[in-house]
């Protein structure tokens, strides 16, 4: 019996840890933003007693977190050994952001919670867990395993003036939106008052007649605050319901969660140290709606009500903190095979190598774009099609928007459109280099008789290049050409030159002084390097090193910046300490910035890489390490000042 | 349209690190009369201020249209020559260099003080305009530069971006006279051989955190 007792035990124990372990399965499938932060982070690549050591974290993180400084994060409650899990999430009439967190010491957690929001907050017990409401608009759920956070915002405030127009009846109603935890509720909240223009004939002013407006003003304005009132009461009850709902869902283990969702599972890998999923055609209206929260009947107008069943795209960032660089791998896939393929066709195109030629082997930083013009064409007529039969209005009349969109597709000429512009893009940051620019200054004699001089100065000067492939070449011609007619009314320096032409600036008045423009051989070339057109007049080119060349015509994106080279061309313009300061330390660690993009495995793919320097574990300490010293730095300049001021 | 006169100018200057410079001259006769100029020199800035006066807006910032300086420079003259005593006010606004200038004459030094008056009253309304800025004693044979405006809060409540465009702006007075200087009471005044001319050239972050004076005392002989 014994035995049996503790194998039970043992099982329920083992249960619990597993079940700690994955929030995972807590987090909804109608998530449409879904963060983890592995917990790999906090044991393994910043360990929590190093986290404490870091001065702005005791500084300012306990601060916001009213932890006292002797007090360690890992004796707060929460275990950040464990994965941690953020979502988004419309529930109901509510847009919730959600944290889900393992507890690995309930009494600790309490403390926290106590010292953030005091004790005179009511905890209320509920069936699996306790339940906290810290303002209106955020809540904790805890047990003894797990907490959840909601911070969350009712979307469905009703418009005063909508209601009091639309109600023809002597009463005022409001009615509070169908929730699970609501039924349908009719409020009375003031009797209309009869119209007055009906009662009154159109005479001169009197003092009884100012007396009624002023009474009149008094009423409405009482009814509009009280509608206000009521419209709080609504939303303060739809937020908590919301809340309970999630928390409840959690602690019961009642959810379908998004592991089970072909397009997280596609695109999430689970041995990232941090990742990020995102449903990227909803999120972008419900982040517009969080920031607008006080707008009206927001539900009934926007996306939420979408007709449109079918798979949008789902992004996803996977980011991996190693030795010596942030790897960043972005995927974006739809599981309708209709818009991966409109997607896939947009990365149908390869970069011209005519353009490579432009990159110099010692530039600062280039970014090349290959797409597909015409693809991108046909993609937007499906995009708006999807769109604008869905948002707000438009959502009756989709059939008309149908037929709309198709004419408009008759009627453009998207083959034209590609050949004007294939879709093949650089640029390049050459250089920055120092440009004598003159300004006044004055001199005095002796007598202190003021002369005004002329002076020059250095000054940063971009030395770029945009270039882009074209195979209208003839009305490309006529584009650059056309400023030469209006030289005169506009007032500017545009010359044709021997197959070029230059729009020059007033010496030392611009910080480019001459910006050229060129069109030969398929290549529109716009630029502030006139080596750039001798190259392009004599047909040379730059060394561009192989690994550049490779990148850009693997890629349908590639982007990299010199970051060294960067600060160190910038810092020549910092006057103050501080900054002089922070750029040294920039320029002792940060390594080069890196982007490519192409269609992998049938899927948009991207990697970002920040490389980094000097003596750090891996890249997320290097992040740590590196606000902790620009902080110092900040926090050391800020002293001085304040003895100078004090 | 309503903020100071200062902060129009201002604003441009503080979006974007830069250097710029005040002169202020005053030349004084034995009656009192005399003639006074203030410049403002932004011309270390101008590639800067080129490109930034094309945009709306830069770091929430409003970016004044050349017609809108130019606005308000002619007010600023309009509300100075209104001044009693005050004659011969000229503005110079150089768009080239960046360069304005305001000058005019005086036959008392009071005039003067009359006319900053009317320029901070105007822009704020609301606040007590200072009563001197410039004090001239015949009998006692003094000139004196007074300060009773103070930056020091105003400028801690700026951002670490908005301070740093102080660090290299420099404030320069030069004041000439017919009689010649016995003293100045300001310990960075420069005083020339022919003893006619005081000069003090001082860093404006230096003056904002009160850590060096424009205030000066000259007395003369008589």
């Known amino acids: 019996m014994k035995k049996i007792i503790i194998t039970l035990g043992l099982c329920c124990m083992a249960y619990t840890i597993t079940h700690a372990q994955d929030l995972l399965t807590q987090v909804p499938s109608t998530a449409t933003l879904v963060i983890k932060y592995s917990g790999e982070n906090f044991s393994k690549n910043v360990p929590l007693q190093k986290l404490d050591r870091y001065g702005f974290i005791k500084d300012d993180f306990y601060k916001t977190l009213h932890i006292d400084t002797l007090t360690s994060l890992q004796n707060i409650g929460i275990n950040f050994g464990e994965d941690i899990y953020q979502y988004v999430v419309m529930e109901d009439t509510c847009m919730s952001f959600v944290t889900l967190l393992n507890l690995k010491n309930e009494g600790q957690f309490l403390k926290l919670i106590k010292a953030n929001y005091g004790p005179v907050k009511k905890i209320v017990k509920k069936k699996n867990f306790s339940f906290l409401a810290i303002s209106e608009t955020s809540y904790i759920g805890w047990n003894r395993n797990k907490a959840v956070i909601v911070n969350t915002s009712y979307q469905n405030r009703q418009s005063y003036y909508g209601n009091y127009y639309d109600t023809a009846s002597d009463t005022l109603t409001v009615s509070a939106p169908v929730s699970e935890a609501d039924t349908i509720e009719t409020v009375e909240v003031m009797p209309a008052l009869p119209d007055s223009s009906a009662d009154f004939a159109p005479v001169e002013d009197t003092e009884s007649d100012t007396e009624l407006y002023r009474i009149q003003d008094s009423i409405n304005n009482l009814k509009w605050e009280l509608w206000q009132q009521q419209q709080d009461m609504i939303a303060k009850k739809q937020q908590q319901a919301a809340a309970e709902i999630i928390t409840s869902r959690v602690f019961s283990g009642k959810i379908y969660s998004i592991e089970n969702d072909k397009s997280y599972k596609k695109i999430i890998d689970p041995a990232a140290h941090m990742s990020v999923w995102l449903n990227t055609e909803t999120i972008i209206t419900q982040y517009a709606n969080f920031f607008n929260r006080g707008a009206y009947n927001i539900l009934s107008d926007a996306a939420f009500n979408n007709a449109d069943t079918s798979d949008g795209f789902k992004s996803s960032v996977n980011m991996y903190f190693e030795k010596d660089k942030l790897r960043m791998e972005q995927k974006t896939y739809s599981a309708d095979p209709k818009m991966s393929d409109l997607a896939l066709g947009v990365m149908n195109s390869r970069q011209n190598p005519a353009l490579i030629n432009y990159i110099n082997p010692d530039n600062i930083g280039y970014f090349s774009m290959s797409i597909n013009t015409e693809a991108m064409a046909n993609y937007y007529y499906t995009f708006l099609k999807k769109y604008l039969s869905n948002a707000g209005y438009m959502r009756d009349y989709a059939e008309m928007v149908n037929v709309y969109i198709d004419l408009l597709e008759i009627i453009i000429d998207e083959k034209g459109i590609a050949e004007l512009l294939p879709g093949n893009y650089l640029f390049v940051m050459h250089d920055m280099k120092p440009q004598m620019v003159d300004y006044t200054d004055y001199e005095y004699d002796e007598e202190y008789n003021r002369t005004e001089i002329k002076k020059t100065r250095k000054e940063l000067s971009p030395n770029f290049t945009f270039a882009l492939e074209t195979k209208k070449e003839s009305f490309m011609e006529k584009v650059v050409h056309l400023p030469l007619k209006y030289v005169e009314r506009g007032d500017y320096n545009y010359k044709e030159k021997d197959g070029y032409y230059e729009l020059a600036f007033d010496s030392g008045k611009y910080p480019v002084s001459s910006l050229y423009f060129m069109v030969k051989e398929g290549k529109v070339i716009v630029t502030t390097s006139k080596d750039v057109i001798n190259m392009t007049i004599n047909n040379t080119a730059f060394a561009t090193d192989a690994e550049t060349k490779n990148s850009i015509l693997n890629n349908n994106y590639s982007l990299n910046i010199n970051t060294k080279r960067l600060i160190e061309k910038l810092s020549t313009q910092f006057s103050t300490d501080v900054n002089k300061k922070i750029s040294d330390y920039l320029l002792a660690n940060m390594g080069n910035l890196k982007m490519e993009s192409r269609v992998k495995d049938g899927m948009i793919q991207g990697t970002t890489t920040l490389n980094f320097t000097g003596n750090h574990s891996n890249s997320l300490e290097f992040f740590f390490n590196m606000m902790e010293a620009i902080n110092n730095i900040i926090e050391q300049d800020k002293q001085e000042k304040e003895k100078t001021l004090y | ?222």
């Open chain 2, 1 to 222: 349209m309503k903020t100071t006169a200062y902060l129009v100018l201002f604003s441009c200057l503080i979006l974007f690190q830069s250097c710029f410079e005040i002169i202020e001259t005053v030349f004084l006769k034995k009656d009192g009369s005399g003639n006074f100029q203030m410049v403002l020199n932004l011309s270390k800035s101008k590639t800067r201020l080129n490109s930034i006066i094309k945009m709306k807006t830069i770091n929430g910032h409003e970016v004044p249209s050349q017609w809108e300086i130019k606005n308000k420079i002619a007010e600023i003259e309009k509300t100075v020559t209104k001044t009693t005593g005050l004659s011969n006010v000229k503005t110079t606004v150089d768009f080239d260099n960046y360069i304005a200038s305001i000058s005019c004459n005086f036959t008392r030094v009071s005039q003067l003080n009359d006319a900053v008056k009317n320029i901070y009253t105007k822009e704020n309304s609301k606040e007590k305009a200072p009563e001197k800025i410039y004090e001239y004693n015949a009998a006692g044979n003094t000139f004196s530069r007074l300060n009773l405006f103070s930056f020091k809060d105003e400028y801690k409540k700026l951002s670490n971006a908005d301070k740093e465009v102080f660090a290299t702006a420099n404030y320069t007075s030069i004041f000439k006279f017919e009689s010649n200087v016995t003293t100045a009471s300001n310990k960075d005044t420069k005083i020339p051989p022919s003893k006619k001319a005081v000069m003090l050239k001082l860093n404006t972050l230096d003056i904002i955190t009160e850590k060096k004076s424009i205030e000066n005392k000259i007395t003369l002989t008589n």
